[in-house]
């Protein structure tokens, strides 16, 4: 469900084809990534405007919440986004 919510999001925003979907499928599966690997993403986050911003957290909080359970580990990532984020930019909108 959470893929699948990923997948949905990437293709508002790129047309994908089948194949295409199926890579990034199949690349989702495998990915784990830690904080300490989220933070050069999120260093590039902060140059840019506030709608974008939240609107991937918009993104983010509708992929941990797609498999109707929200853990706790997701939403302490979610928060920490939002903290890093409006540190180094000012007032991030909180989305709910």
């Known amino acids: ?25 199949a690349y989702l599966r ?29 993104a983010v909080e509708r992929v941990i919440g797609a498999d109707g359970r929200l853990d706790p580990a997701e939403l302490r990532l979610l928060d920490h986004m939002r903290h890093e984020l409006a540190k180094a930019g000012g007032t991030i909108p909180t989305v709910q």
């Open 1 to 25: 469900m959470e893929r699948e919510a990923i997948l949905d999001h990437c293709a508002k925003l790129v047309p994908l084809n089948a194949d295409e979907r199926a890579l990034i499928d």
């Open 30 to 58: 495998e990915s784990r990534p830690t904080l300490m690997q989220l933070a050069p993403a999120l260093r590039q986050l902060e140059a840019e405007a506030p709608a974008n911003i939240a609107a991937l957290l918009d």
